[in-house]
RNA sequence: GGCUUGUUGGUGAAGUGGCUGAACACAUUGCCCUCUCAAGGCAACAUUCACGGGUUCGAAUCCCGUACAAGUCACCA
């Protein structure tokens, strides 16, 4: 058998959309399982829509993703080129559209494309479903010649006869039959030369040796007709891969149009690359163990096409969330700091606080980097709160209560020499036997009373560590004034 | 409208005729742990697999119909 050969084909329209970046994984998935190639080409035959900076998305995604391509662009495997237009330099598509005229499989086509919308028009209007019955299919070969010589704009046309069916087999949808009488007899080659998506991506697979098309299921009915040329040029077909949708909600799928979520908006957010990748491949594919967290590697081996499901999968926020909070707090310290270095400098700019320490409290509790910035603004910031905040239930601590413990915490702390969370934690417990109360009586209204918050990353102590003496001393002087003012009041 | 496909809980899903009185995970809710938050632990959460028929001793699983949804019917991909 012969080695397995994918594709991931966008066309550089924007920026990378979830969708577009799972089809990307599995056809690189259906490679990788069999030690297979994966093949990155570039479909920009429609000049129209051509976006400026599209390809740089496209790879540095697949980049960002770890999903190198074995053959692509500037990385040639002796079917190149990759990119379609400089295909249609070299003068590719034009060579099998007219190999295919010859084979029956297609035909010139002279018509007017505006009179065949009106056609389309008023049959829409009417009702009726339209199939354009090409009047150039009768046009002798002198004919033709003649009126391409004379400089007559035409287009190639996919040749089909209208009894009959087509049928394939789906590696994940199964048997698809379609009658040839609803076969529209599509463009192939444009007026300006260059091939459609229905006839490239036939020569491309082709010419490229992909033995597996991966793609979503929108081309799940029009398969036939691409089955159809390559019948007509007798190659042999490949299989087929049809993707369920990823869906934006019940009804809508996941799109660009939308300006739905996006891979680089994802990540902007703080969602790390391989949490997205994890999370989108349980998206449509279940795998056998009840395993959920897998690195690309362990995609590789886990994947397989009979998991794949069929229904369109509703693109689930917060379990993206759930598994970003597991990548962040499986990874180690040191990989950490750097993970989080901007959002901490985004939260944190006062130099004198030790970052090290402030990734450490951060390190178990940040699911998404976006939320670390106002988890640690009141390093930065101590404004006055409400003392309200010293009320809480649960804690049997009010501010009454909160007054007498901070006094007290205030006299400890300024005799405490060694700075460190030892030392604080010895000191806070000692406070807590001397005063007879819980360990919430006193650590509670400290956290509030230096932080300024109801709640923080990190206990008292962690806070009071890294804040420094003189700046804990100075947040707890501010919050007993405050707090012995309102009282008197 | 024609054609193609799909339909298990709020979400991802397991399930291929009896082991499912429907796994697991996310979310939600409650309890526990705990100086807050988070994390962690425990528990609750589909009398039922869109609906209606049929086949069968037995169906979420097979068949038919209905409904709903998505895709497609471009000189877009």
């Known amino acids: 058998m012969s080695k397995v050969r994918t594709r991931f084909a966008p066309s550089p329209t924007g920026y990378m959309h979830i969708g577009n970046l799972r089809t990307a994984l599995y056809a690189y998935l259906v490679a990788k399982h069999d030690n297979g190639d994966f093949i990155l080409r570039i479909e920009d035959t429609d000049q129209a829509r051509e976006v400026e900076g599209a390809c740089d998305i496209i790879y540095s995604t ?7 391509y ?10 190149g080129p990759y990119i379609q237009s400089e295909r249609v330099k070299a003068g590719i598509y034009k060579e099998y559209a007219w190999k295919l005229v010859e084979l029956g499989g297609a035909h010139v086509c002279f018509c007017k494309s505006e009179d065949i919308e009106a056609q389309r028009e008023l049959a829409n209007a009417r009702g009726e479903s339209f199939l354009y019955h090409d009047p150039c299919k009768n046009l002798s070969k002198a004919e033709i010649q003649k009126r391409i010589d004379a400089g007559e704009p035409y287009v190639i046309r996919q040749t089909i006869d209208t009894f009959g069916s087509t049928s394939y087999t789906d590696e994940v949808y199964g048997t698809i039959t379609v009658d040839n009488n609803t076969m529209d007899e599509q463009i192939l080659l444009k007026s300006d030369g260059f091939p459609t998506y229905n006839f490239a991506n036939v020569i491309d697979d082709h010419l490229m040796g992909i033995t597996h098309v991966v793609r979503g299921n929108e081309y799940l009915s029009s398969t036939p007709k691409y089955n159809l040329m390559y019948d007509a040029f007798g190659w042999n077909q490949p299989k087929y891969i049809h993707c369920p949708p990823v869906m934006k909600n019940e009804h809508e799928k996941l799109s660009k149009r939308n300006g739905d979520a996006s891979f680089q908006d994802l990540v902007a957010k703080g969602y790390l690359p391989q949490a997205i ?8 594919w279940s795998p056998e163990t009840e395993q959920e967290i897998y690195s690309l590697d362990e995609l590789c081996v886990a994947f397989n096409v009979q998991h794949i499901g069929t229904s369109g999968a509703i693109f ?8 970003n909070g597991v990548y962040l707090r499986n990874m180690d310290l040191p990989t950490y700091e750097t993970t989080i270095e ?8 006062n130099p004198n606080y030790d970052h090290h320490l402030i990734a450490e409290i951060l390190h178990q509790r940040v699911n998404v980097l976006s939320e670390i910035p106002e988890m640690i603004d009141f390093f930065d910031t101590f404004p006055q709160f409400d003392t309200s905040l010293y009320t809480n239930k649960k ?5 009454q209560m909160a007054l007498p413990v901070l006094i007290k915490s205030k006299e400890l702390l300024e005799n405490l020499n060694e700075w460190d969370y030892d030392h604080l934690h010895d000191l806070f417990m000692d406070q807590v036997a001397q005063m007879g109360l819980k360990n919430g009586q006193v650590m509670f209204p400290v956290r509030v009373a230096i932080s300024g ?5 990190g206990g008292c102590m962690e806070i009071a560590h890294i804040l420094g003496k003189k700046e804990t001393l100075a947040r707890l002087t501010r919050s007993i004034e405050q ?4 009282l008197n009041q």
């Open 277 to 284: 990748l994890n999370y989108i491949a349980l998206l449509g």
């Open 395 to 399: 804690m049997k601590s009010n501010p």
């Open 62 to 68: 697949l980049n960002a993703c770890n999903l190198n």
């Open 453 to 457: 918050k109801a709640f923080t990353p």
């Open 70 to 79: 074995d053959e692509g662009p500037n990385k040639d495997g002796g079917v």
């Open 483 to 486: 707090l012995e003012t309102e």
């Open 342 to 349: 901007p959002w901490l400098n985004q939260g944190v700019k």
């Open 316 to 323: 689930d926020i917060n379990k993206l969330t759930w598994m």
